[in-house]
């Protein structure tokens, strides 16, 4: 086919959960790193006011994010994996499945995440904000090296071994 001296479509279906995964690990280490930032010596007394109104607002904008990145994700690693690439099939289904694993870990969260939104309408201690922040972030953290970070390797290495000459 002449376009695919221009544009291969198979490549960009091979390397798109790469990109998505990428985009969703940036992502989560932006939330760590900007909301951590509010559990700092320096901000600790400021952050009791503002953290439970930050977190919802962040939390609300960002949920359009991880809803397309863990929506799209697993729709075009499950296409990979139903494609069967030479022997990279396993990759993109392994990395598939973490990424959908990634969602295990809403019932660890959920309650934190309404804790702080309840904090700001309710007006709950103000520690509690930054106590749910802390622990809402800790299990943040550890979903992100345990399910992201293997699914992004997955991709890599689904995509590097799909790409290979047969």
């Known amino acids: 086919m002449a376009s695919q001296a221009f544009f291969d479509p198979l490549v960009l279906l091979r390397v798109a959960p790469i990109l998505t995964s990428t985009m969703a690990l940036r992502f989560s280490h932006d939330q760590n790193l900007f ?9 600790r ?14 939390f609300m904008k ?11 994700t697993p729709a075009i690693g499950i296409t990979n994996f139903y494609s069967r690439p030479n022997g990279a099939w396993k990759w993109y289904a392994a990395g598939t ?19 702080l939104a309840d904090c700001a309408s309710k ?17 943040h953290s550890l979903r992100s090296w345990v399910t992201d970070v293997p699914a ?7 995509c590097v071994k799909s790409l290979q000459p047969l």
Do not use: Q
Not at 35 to 43: D, I, Q, T, V, Y
Not at 123 to 139: H, M, N, T
Not at 152 to 158: A, E, H, L, S
């Open 35 to 43: 909301l951590s930032n509010l559990l700092a010596p320096e901000h």
């Open 45 to 58: 007394e400021k952050a009791k006011e503002i953290v439970p109104s930050y977190f919802s607002t962040f």
């Open 62 to 72: 960002g949920i359009w994010d991880i809803g397309i990145f863990y929506t799209l």
């Open 97 to 115: 499945a973490l990424t959908i694993f990634h969602l295990a870990f809403v019932p660890f969260v959920m309650y934190k995440v309404k804790g």
């Open 123 to 139: 007006g709950a201690s103000k520690e509690e904000g930054p106590k749910l922040l802390r622990e809402w972030l800790k299990v």
């Open 152 to 158: 992004w390797t997955c991709f890599v290495i689904g």
